[in-house]
């Protein structure tokens, strides 16, 4: 017996992140299998809903129950971001709009915006006292209850310069210290295993078995 589960992401490099963690194995459902789906193969396009929590958990869970309603599936939305010490936090849940261009332009332009004020807000600001972190909350919602629920994070240190291609949003300036590189530069196998997102998606798949085996 199969599950459609919605990921609710208009986000093409998060979308293959999230299918590619929780397809790694197979998720405990006593026989059940998962059939992913995204918002592409929505018969119709659903507005954005109104972004409004004060924490990734929050925006995550409101995500999650809105596009539920909206298409009849089970959904699965994250809310993710990055935590810089020396910006008080900043740009926290805001990541994706740091620069103000939610809603408009590309994606990649929106990323190129964002992490020009990134490094322009950091300018003069010593190595050491660019500690961050990035940060992931998911849940899957039916629409009514919040199912499950999960987090993740990745340590690391902000770095002007832009190192790798294999990422998007804040990875090319994001330097996980232990490892040498920005998660832009990591293979998608060794970034999945590491990545808030990967720490996040790992504890979801765990619940989410149980879900799919009634547990």
Known sequence: MGREILIATGNPGKHREIVEILS????????????????????????EPVEDGRTFAENAALKARYYARASGLWTLA??????????????????ARYAGMSGSGSRGEADEANNRRLISELAGVLAERRTARFRCAVAISDGECLLAAAEGRVEGRIVDEPRGDNGFGYDPHFLVLEL??????LGSEEKNRISHRGVAMRRLRVALGRLLSGA
């Open 24 to 47: 790694e194995e197979p998720i405990d459902g006593s026989g059940a299998t998962v059939c992913w789906r995204s918002l592409e193969d929505l018969p119709e396009a659903i507005p």
């Open 78 to 95: 994250d809310d993710s971001g990055l935590e810089v010490d020396a910006l008080g936090g900043e740009p926290g849940v805001r990541s």
């Open 180 to 185: 040498g590189k920005t998660t832009a530069e």
